[in-house]
Nanobody, 124 residues
Framework: VQLQASGGGLVQAGGSLRLSCATS????????MAWFRQAPGKEREFVAT????????YYADSVKGRFTMSRDNAKNTVYLQMGDLKPEDTAVYYC??????????????????WGQGTLVTVSS
C-alpha cells in the first residue's frame, strides 16, 4: 500500500492550496481517508476525514469552513482544498487511510496507512 501526498508549497496568508493524496495497493472504496498535520515542535493533529461508505466529512474546528476534503474513487485519490490560509496552518500535511470508528476518526491510531507528507508554508 502506498499513499503519495503532493501539492504543498509556499503561499501568502489568505491564499489557497490544494493537496492531493494518490493511493495504490488498497481497495480505496473500502477505507476512510484523513489528513493530519504536524507543525514544527508540535504533535501531529487531525485536520479532516472522509468516510468510506457515504463520503461524509468531518473537520477539526480550526479548519472548519476554510478547508474542504473530497475523494475521487475512480482515481483512488483524496484532496484537501485549503482556503483563507493562515500562518498557523504551516505544517507538514500527511494523508492517512484506514477504518476508524467514530470515536477514533480524529486520532492517528485510527488509521493504518500513512503517506510521506507534504510541506505547507503560509507566510504572513
Amino acid at each position: 500500500v502506498q499513499l503519495q501526498a503532493s501539492g504543498g508549497g509556499l503561499v501568502q496568508a489568505g491564499g489557497s492550496l490544494r493537496l492531493s493524496c494518490a493511493t495504490s495497493g488498497l481497495s480505496f472504496n473500502g477505507y476512510s481517508m484523513a489528513w493530519f498535520r504536524q507543525a514544527p515542535g508540535k504533535e501531529r493533529e487531525f485536520v479532516a476525514t472522509i468516510f468510506r461508505s457515504v463520503s461524509n466529512t468531518y473537520y477539526a474546528d480550526s479548519v472548519k469552513g476554510r478547508f474542504t476534503m473530497s475523494r475521487d474513487n475512480a482515481k483512488n485519490t483524496v484532496y484537501l482544498q485549503m482556503g483563507d490560509l493562515k500562518p498557523e496552518d504551516t505544517a507538514v500535511y500527511y494523508c492517512a487511510g484506514g477504518t476508524p470508528i467514530a470515536s477514533t476518526r480524529s486520532y492517528a491510531s485510527g488509521y493504518k496507512w500513512w503517506g510521506q507528507g507534504t510541506l505547507v508554508t503560509v507566510s504572513s
